[in-house]
């Protein structure tokens, strides 16, 4: 794991061989959580406002938010995502472009950047250059919500550790590991019949990413446990992060009755 070559980290599209396969993979996980919190963060933004989903992927996200109607748009560094994701949606309003360069300026009220993009960025650096492009491409006062996994997940979850799963009538065999020296995770996804490919995440450190965010010109509005909705302890295994630019001290009122809402459907999935 030390030895990923530079040209590597600096264009992990990890997921481009498994893109076509991507949403059958993927068709347990839970896109409503998402959707529910990014549509309760309206409550934040201006009428109208104008969205991104930065790191959109086969653009999930965007077709559940198509039922309220909003002007949004989606980014990708991996167009074979995007081409896979045209395939369910031949007119998905997409396009080719890196998170750390993102081609905007001021033109966005809301960028969410959802399901661990954040960690395909494969050192600090690179988180800085994201979230400063992200607070470039934001209009003043506008608002982001991005989430990352944590070392715990990868700890508990996928280091040393190989299985088999059945998803969306595909078999696919996954295979991680962990360096905590330079805290990137490697998981082997092998679909069955189909290609074999190695995703690499880095596990940034809640403090890195708060220091990135500081420098980048962004304010922190508010930072939750996913699970939960509450401050995050230190077995979080994926944390949301709500950042401002500019305006903070009304998002952070308005973000309240957010909360609010937000812990009341995670506890209705819970009981
Ligand atoms: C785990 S996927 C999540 C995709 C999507 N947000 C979803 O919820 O299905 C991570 C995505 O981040 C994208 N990505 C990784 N590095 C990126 C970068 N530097 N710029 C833009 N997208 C990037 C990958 O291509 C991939 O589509």
């Given amino acids: 794991l030390a030895r990923i070559g530079l040209k590597e980290r600096r264009r992990n599209d990890s997921l481009g ?7 059958k993979i993927m068709s347990r996980v839970d896109y409503e959580r998402w959707s529910m919190i ?3 963060m309206a409550g934040l933004l201006p009428k109208p406002f104008v969205h991104l989903d930065a790191g959109c992927g086969t653009g999930r996200l965007l077709r559940t938010l198509e039922r309220y109607g909003w002007k949004t748009f989606g980014v990708d560094l991996s167009s074979e995502m995007l081409r896979a994701g045209r395939k369910w949606k031949p007119k998905l309003s997409v396009a080719a472009a890196d998170l750390r360069a993102l081609p905007f300026h001021s033109r966005f009220d809301f960028i969410t950047c959802l399901f661990d993009s954040i960690n395909f960025l494969l ?8 979230l400063k492009s992200c607070a470039n491409a934001l209009k003043p006062g506008g608002v982001m919500y991005f989430d990352i996994v944590t070392e715990q997940m990868v700890v508990q979850h996928y280091a040393d550790q190989t299985w088999t799963e059945r998803q969306g009538g ?23 019949n189909g290609p074999s490919c190695s995703i690499l995440e880095r596990m940034h450190q809640r403090d890195e990413v708060e220091d990135a965010i500081a420098r980048s010109g962004l304010e922190l509005v508010g930072v939750y446990d996913a699970e939960l909705w509450r401050k995050p302890a230190k077995r979080a295994l994926r944390i949301d992060f709500i950042v401002s630019k500019g305006n903070v001290k009304a998002h952070r009122k308005a973000l309240r009755s957010v909360e609010s809402s937000v812990r009341a459907y995670l506890g209705q999935r819970t009981a």
């Fill in 170 to 192: 595909l078999n696919t065999t996954w295979s991680g590991q962990y360096d905590e020296k330079s805290r990137i995770a490697r998981t082997v996804v092998t679909v069955k």
């Fill in 38 to 40: 990014t549509t309760a």
């Fill in 17 to 23: 061989e498994l893109a076509a396969y991507y949403d």
């Fill in 123 to 130: 050192d600090p650096v690179d988180l800085h250059k994201a």
